[in-house]
Structure formats: C-alpha cells, structure tokens
C-alpha cells in the first residue's frame, strides 16, 4: 500500500502548476443568479514540457483540478537549446502581440507575468520577451503557447531537413 502511496506520489509531483488567473463568473437565470469560477492553469515540468488548460466548475478547488488535467493532456514538448529558445519568433494571436527571443546565458527570464509563468514551467532559463496588444493574461498565455508550438515545429523541421541532407 505504502508503494503505491508512493508512485501515485511521484505521478502527482511530474508537473509543476501555477495559476495565473482566477474569474467569478455569474449567470443570471430564472432562480437567481448562478455563480461559478474559471481557473486558468499553466503545467510544466520544467525540462520543455509545458501545457495550458482553462478549468470551469461552481468552486475554486474544483476548477483548478479541471484546468490542471485540461493542461497535463494538453501539454506540448519545446526545444531547448542551451538553456534558451533556438531562435526568435514573432505571433499575433486575438488581440495579444508577443516577442520572444532567445537570450544569452545569465540573463535569465525577461517576461511579463502571463509569458512568465509558462516560459519558466517549461524550464527555459534565458529569454527575452515582450507582450504587445493587450494586458489580457489569457490572451498572453494562449499567444506564448501558440508560439512556443511553432518555434518547436519549425525547429524540429529543420532538423529533419539538416539529418536528411546530411546522408
């Protein structure tokens, strides 16, 4: 039993999980008015996977379980190079605008609080970012995800490009 306590355990401590934004939201119908709250959780396991889940449920407790299973499904693997992103990427996403760059070693996380969170889930250690558009944190993580999601496809293209050349 104990072994099993212990595994269920190391399962539970594979993801790290921060919240970034917590919303009351009411719904106003026949009987009163019905409130619930949206969670919006960021999972990584800080060595380049990181995943993003919005959980919805009449508790606070409840929600953050929704968006954290949401998220562990959800997660996406990104390459790190030297403790960096491989290369600079541009995206607009809705309303959000975001930079990110990669950074030399030393200079560590330069983002704001919603590109932070994942950025620092996923365990890259030096970047440089900025957030254009809207101070919107949902927005912001979903644009940094999106983001993240492309620089690893076009990173692990060319490296199928460079591996092919090569033979």
Known sequence: MADMRRTFENQVKEYEEEIVQVNRVSKKTKGGNKIGFSVLVVVGN????????????????SAIKKGVSIAKKHAIEIPIVNGTIPF???????????????APPGSGVIAGGAVRSVVSLAGIQNIS????????????????????KQ?????????AIRGASKK
């Open 46 to 61: 800080r060595n380049g996977k990181v995943g993003v889940g919005l959980g919805k449920a009449p508790d606070v407790s």
């Open 88 to 102: 600079e990427h541009k995206i607009k996403l809705g309303a959000a605008k975001i930079l990110l760059k990669p």
């Open 129 to 148: 970012s900025k957030v254009l558009g809207t101070g919107n944190q949902a927005s912001n993580v979903y644009g940094t995800m999106e983001a993240l």
């Open 151 to 159: 620089i690893s496809a076009r990173y692990y293209r060319e490296k």
